[in-house]
Structures are given as structure tokens and as C-alpha cells.
T-cell receptor
């Protein structure tokens, strides 16, 4: 099973809302990632968790807050987002960092 | 200079054609290399890893040239279903994945 699942598929939120994106994998991978992808651009790395510890934060604004409750789950908490944060948010996992990454289907976020 | 560069295309080719993409990377310490494909409004999916000796998977052949710091992808006998964006990905030790901007391929009937 090489599946990474993400919920919700779509999300519309106002700038004052608080919401969370969820990602799950059951492949026993110990590295998980959040990416942001705008239209016609490649994915941009946001956060990396390795063995449930945050190892990379690519200077992401604090209105994005990641959380890794256990080795299978990764959350991204959203608060006070801006319209320019509208994008496809992709979760990925890999056995350990630097190995092949497998992507979930993404959450398409629209901030109004 | 960008870390990973690709010709954005689009490459418009007829069915059955052979098409090749190149990708250059700037960090000579890069450790591993991949090609991903991404369909419109979908997630990237691994197409193949790229090994130093070159590797082939059916109609797809990937090559790595460390001296010149580029990788290539050759697609033979193109199918309509090959239409997608092809992302070159370079894994720099300690820096995780760095994506190229992608090359768009359209295979025409």
C-alpha cells in the first residue's frame, strides 16, 4: 500500500477562520512533508518531520502551524490566512528523509 | 542561478514520437535524482528514480551525467496518456527534495 491520504479534498475559508488539514500514511514511513503548490508552479517545501520531530521549517509564516501527533499522522493548522495562501497543499511521506517521496492527492484551499 | 532548471515547454509531439527532456542542477553534491509526472490538478507521482548507470522502464529511459550535472528523460512511442508535466527532482544531502519548474508535454493524436 503506497497510499497517502489527505482530508479534506477542498476547503474554503475566510481570513478569520481556523481550520486544519490532515494527512495519513500507513506505510511505516518516518518522514512526512507539507508542500504548497500554486498553479503552474512546482511544489514548494514548507515543513519536514523526521521521526515525529520537526526538522525543517522553510521560513513559513506562523499562520501555518504543523503538528505530528504520531508516526502516521500529520496535521497543518491554519489561522488568519490571506487570499494569497490559496493553493494546493500536498502532503508526502518517505521511508526516511532523502528517499523517494510519495504524495497524497492534496487539499485545494481557497481563502476568501 | 536556480538550483534545478528545466525547459518549461510546452513540447507538442504526435503520437508515436520520441521526446527527450533535460534537467540541469547546480549543486554538485546532489545525491539522488528522480523524475515525477504531474497531471493537471493531481499530485506528483514518481515516474522513475535516476541511477548513475542509467535505467530503463518500458518506454522510459533516464540518464544521469554527474560531470555535466544534468539528467535526462527519454520517452519512446509517445501515447496520449503521456501528456502531463514532468518534474525533475534533485535530492541534496540534508536539504530534501528540490523540484525543477517542470516541462509540459502534450501528445497529439
Amino acid at each position: 500500500d503506497t497510499e497517502v491520504t489527505q482530508t479534506p479534498k477542498h476547503l474554503v475559508m475566510g481570513m478569520t477562520n481556523k481550520k486544519s488539514l490532515k494527512c495519513e500514511q500507513h506505510m511505516g514511513h518516518r518522514a512526512m512533508y507539507w508542500y504548497k503548490q500554486k498553479a503552474k508552479k512546482p511544489p514548494e517545501l514548507m515543513f519536514v518531520y523526521s521521526y515525529e520531530k520537526l526538522s525543517i521549517n522553510e521560513s513559513v509564516p506562523s499562520r501555518f502551524s504543523p503538528e505530528c501527533p504520531n508516526s502516521s499522522l500529520l496535521n497543518l493548522h491554519l489561522h488568519a490566512l490571506q487570499p494569497e495562501d490559496s493553493a494546493l497543499y500536498l502532503c508526502a511521506s518517505s521511508p526516511v528523509t532523502q528517499e523517494t517521496q510519495y504524495f497524497g492527492p492534496g487539499t485545494r484551499l481557497l481563502v476568501l | 542561478r536556480k538550483e534545478v532548471e528545466q525547459d518549461p515547454g510546452p513540447f507538442n509531439v504526435p503520437e508515436g514520437a520520441t521526446v527527450a527532456f533535460n534537467c540541469t542542477y547546480s549543486n554538485s553534491a546532489s545525491q539522488s535524482f528522480f523524475w515525477y509526472r504531474q497531471d493537471c490538478r493531481k499530485e506528483p507521482k514518481l515516474l522513475m528514480s535516476v541511477y548513475s548507470s542509467g535505467n530503463e522502464d518500458g518506454r522510459f529511459t533516464a540518464q544521469l551525467n554527474r560531470a555535466s550535472q544534468y539528467i535526462s528523460l527519454l520517452i519512446r512511442d509517445s501515447k496520449l496518456s503521456d501528456s502531463a508535466t514532468y518534474l525533475c527532482v534533485v535530492n541534496d544531502y540534508g536539504q530534501n527534495f528540490v523540484f525543477g519548474p517542470g516541462t509540459r508535454l502534450s501528445v497529439l493524436p
